[in-house]
């Protein structure tokens, strides 16, 4: 080959990697050409990560692989996401993806469509005895009334602490507690008032979370000193009335009322929306709520009772909200098993157990 030949050769090369490198560097960078634009566009992605993984990813309606699984190089806009997997039902969600920016669904749970579900008891002790607190509510009553010479009439919003036997309750916006003598009940020790103008509260960590009735404003106690804290600078009025219960981790705290569940940040979301400490979100029911707990496994899901049937519903507020129609059945209890991943409900006289 001739010297000149081969010196074309080369600036052609040479010519080549000036010009496709930095195309090489840009799309590593995240930057796609746009041919009906004719411009660079800086794209973005969307992670998903299910539990089960292995589901089929579409975005669009195109097969884009199996969760779990992080999809790149996506234009800026809203996305159609849908996830399927065998026996389970489907799972959907506009996503926005933004430029430079990871969109997250790093909470997908996919509910079987068909639950293996086991009789576990009927109604015998063990049935009766499996959603009842450990004290006798009768025999309560009369201790504190044996206690306080009826200066305590009515006893309300009743929480036991478990660890400790300590059993907490409200009476004229006043927070006591009995330490429950299991053996000799008359034996209980109850303390005195630990905090005043108390609309509601939950036992939260080593202390307990209590709302101030003339404020409005959401109080952290620490049950050594009795030291109240502030928690959050503005009022939540709509958590005054309505039953308290905490995410397993404290990062959520969940107002349960007749047909709505509102649900305050007490830290940043990481479910993939905006959610910030001191936020709010509500969701809507048809039907009257039961009972309501939280799906401890991801902390991102609650279990409502309602009076036909079980849902399983997502925190995830991006549209749509899977909400699914778990079990149906007439006016179920429901309490959840850490050890055993299964979910127990009641049903007529029975008691069920399934996994989930």
């Known amino acids: 080959m001739k010297r000149e030949i081969r010196r074309i050769i080369f600036l052609v090369f040479v010519l080549l990697f000036i010009f496709i490198s930095p195309l090489v560097i840009l799309y590593a960078w995240g930057f796609k050409f ?70 997250r669904a790093n909470n997908i749970l996919l509910i079987p469509q068909n639950p293996e579900i086991s009789n576990v008891a009927d109604i015998s002790e063990a049935y009766l005895t499996f959603f009842e607190e450990p004290y006798d509510s009768d025999q309560f009553l009369a201790v504190i009334k044996e206690k306080t010479r009826s200066k305590i009439t009515k006893p309300e919003n009743i929480r036991v602490d478990k660890n400790s036997n300590k059993i907490y309750f409200l009476s004229n916006n006043q927070l006591y507690y009995i330490e429950w003598n299991k053996i000799n009940p008359r034996q209980s020790v109850l303390s005195s008032v630990l905090v005043n103008n ?7 960590k080593n202390g307990l979370m209590y709302q101030r009735s003339d404020n409005g404003k959401i109080y952290e106690l620490d ?32 107002c349960q009322k007749e047909k709505t569940i509102e649900v305050l940040y007490l830290d940043k979301s990481t479910n993939g929306c905006d959610f910030k400490k001191g936020d709010t979100d509500k969701m ?5 709520i ?49 050890n055993r991943n299964a979910l127990y409900f009641s049903g007529g006289k029975l ?3 399934t996994e989930l």
């Not at 108390?198 to 939260?204: D, M």
């Not at 809507?284 to 009257?288: G, I, L, P, V, W």
């Not at 899901?301 to 995830?316: P, R, Y």
């Open 290 to 338: 039961l009972d309501v707990i939280w799906y401890p496994k991801t902390n991102e899901h609650i279990i409502v009772a309602t009076a036909d049937s079980i849902l399983v519903t997502e925190l995830d507020n991006r549209e749509p909200r899977n909400s699914i129609r778990f079990i149906s059945i007439e006016n179920p209890q429901i309490k959840y098993d850490t």
């Open 223 to 254: 049950l050594t000193s009795l030291v109240s804290a502030e928690f959050f600078t503005r009022a939540y009025p709509s958590f005054v009335k309505c039953k308290w219960l905490f995410s397993s981790d404290y990062k959520k705290l969940l």
């Open 34 to 103: 746009d041919f009906a634009n004719r411009s660079l566009v800086d794209t973005g992605g969307i992670y998903l990560k299910s539990l089960p993984s292995g589901a089929q990813i579409y975005i669009n309606g195109s097969p884009r692989g199996k969760s779990n699984a992080l999809i790149q190089n996506l234009r800026p806009q809203i996305y159609n996401i849908n996830l399927y997997k065998e026996g389970y039902y489907p799972w959907r969600k506009n996503i926005i993806v933004e430029f430079g920016m990871v969109s």
């Open 198 to 204: 108390v609309a509601n509260y939950a036992l939260y």
């Open 351 to 353: 008691l069920y157990m």
């Open 284 to 288: 809507d029911f048809e039907q009257k």
